[in-house]
């Protein structure tokens, strides 16, 4: 049982890594679409395709179905290397896989935002000029992130652009330093659970 575990934990990881580098080539345009490419995109895309019909994991033009489907791979890997090192795995501890998984994602997402509004501040504080196409896609990133925090904040008042940024990229901050320890005090309970 653990040597198939161990295969399995082994083929997830070379599963995860073929996915990685399929998104990475979705980044470049041109012709990249060569047998090997053809070949790579015949195995790992079955499985995005998976993900990408769930609904709410498109927002626009981000689409978040590849963190998730590297997320399920991610807990499925844990479990099999877990199961293969071990040889048995708790019910608190799977939970605590799938947990964990999902705060990754989500902090992920957090920093991407966090870094999208400083880069808009930074590109405020410098006078930058917001109409090359680097700042225009932070622009577009940015705005709907400030303006839905800074509506929940101050609601219908009217306040300083550069203010708000500065209250979004605290806030952000504040929600992932407080659920980034609330994740490692739950993660660390349910890996303890003897169930």
Do not use: E
């Not at 082994?10 to 470049?28: A, D, K, P």
């Amino acid at each position: 049982m653990r040597i198939l575990m161990a295969i399995l934990g082994g083929i997830t990881s070379l599963y995860m890594i073929l996915i990685f580098v399929r998104i990475l080539l979705t980044w470049f345009s041109g012709n990249l679409y060569g047998k090997p490419v053809q070949i790579l995109c015949g195995i790992t895309d079955p499985y995005l395709n998976w993900f990408r019909r769930l609904p709410g994991l498109r927002f626009n033009t981000l689409d978040l179905s590849p963190i998730v489907a590297l997320g399920v791979l991610s807990v499925a890997n844990n479990i099999f290397v877990t199961l293969g090192r071990y040889g048995s795995i708790t019910l608190g501890l799977i939970l605590a896989m799938v947990i964990s998984a999902l705060w990754s994602a989500l902090s992920f997402i957090l920093g991407f935002c966090i870094l999208v509004l400083v880069l808009r501040l930074i590109a405020c504080l410098l006078n930058r000029d917001v109409y090359s196409s680097f700042w225009g896609i932070i622009d577009a990133l940015s705005r709907p992130i400030n303006y839905r925090i800074n509506r929940i904040i101050f609601r219908n008042r009217l306040v300083r652009y550069q203010s708000g940024l500065i209250v979004s990229i605290a806030v952000l901050l504040g929600i992932r330093i407080v659920l980034g320890i609330l994740m490692k005090l739950g993660i660390g309970f349910l890996a303890r659970m003897p169930l």
